[in-house]
């Protein structure tokens, strides 16, 4: 199989609050990747900025997001993907991990495509205030028009724990190549992406830097404020450790430092 990473943009954040060793300013690039699958071609996992982020943060209150979390955006995540070789138009199945502005910002250039989500990981996030939507780094300006008849939602019930991994999983397209792991904690209904003849597994944002999976590192409070449900997080974080110890998988991450270095290189992992 062969998995890329695209870049979808990036923004500053003080790495202090995921790794306490060192209060230096870095980007935390928002990757999105491709795989290849034998039947269904290309497979986009997120999208990253996308080209429409200024636009979704126009309006108050959402226009507080660019003061928090200051991104540079890589345009549309259509063109980044034809600049890497891949026929956007070509793209039939797109997983989203979670509805962030830095994973979903590109969704609506994929007016083809079917996306791939938890149920619970869209309706929570759609009925808050626009506060609260903002709290939860979730722009509504971002949502393609088309969302609802181009969804293939996966209902939580559809997760089981088979004891292969400590976590829920569902097989996206029956054939047992690709999983979707249930994810708890960062947001809503977050999934990550499980190829198990490859040894390895996206997991989005259920950490950020691989430091996060020594024994014993903990995020710093205002960090773990930011997460949907902080318990959830650490809970899961723990089943990743256990899991990556017991199994010997790579986890991937959006902003970790693999993702950062598939970016640089060939853009293969
Ligand atoms: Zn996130």
């Not at 723990?238 to 991937?252: D, G, P, Q, V």
């Amino acid at each position: 199989m062969d998995l890329r990473a695209f870049d979808g943009g990036y923004c500053r954040q003080m790495l202090g609050f995921v790794d306490r060793r060192s209060w230096q300013w870095v980007r935390f690039h928002a990757v999105f990747w491709a795989f290849s699958h034998p039947r269904h071609g290309w497979i986009l996992i997120d999208t990253g900025y996308g080209g429409r982020f200024r636009a979704a943060t126009q309006g108050w209150p959402y226009r507080f997001y660019r003061y928090v979390t200051p991104a540079t955006t890589n345009g549309s995540a259509s063109e980044t993907l034809r600049r890497g070789g891949i026929d956007p138009r070509e793209i039939a199945h797109v997983i989203v991990t979670h509805f962030h502005a830095d994973h979903v910002g590109g969704l609506a250039e994929f007016p083809h495509a079917k996306l791939h989500y938890r149920a619970d990981a869209w309706s929570k996030l759609a009925t808050l205030s626009p506060w609260r939507q903002l709290r939860a780094a979730f722009l509504p300006a971002l949502m393609p028009t088309w969302l609802r008849e181009h969804s293939e939602i996966v209902e939580p019930s559809q997760f089981v724990d088979d004891g292969r991994c400590g976590l829920s999983t569902y097989d996206l397209l029956g054939d047992a190549s690709v999983y979707l792991i249930d994810l708890p904690g960062h947001a809503p209904g977050q999934i990550g992406v499980w190829w198990p003849e490859e040894r390895r597994a996206y997991v989005a944002d259920a950490f950020w830097r691989e430091s996060q999976l020594e024994p014993g590192a903990k995020l710093l409070g205002p960090a773990l404020a930011l997460q949907w449900d902080s318990s959830a997080y650490v809970d899961t974080l723990e089943r990743l450790r256990r899991w990556r110890a017991r199994a010997k998988i790579e986890l991937i991450a959006c902003h970790s430092l693999i993702a950062e270095r598939a970016l640089q290189g060939a853009s293969h992992v």
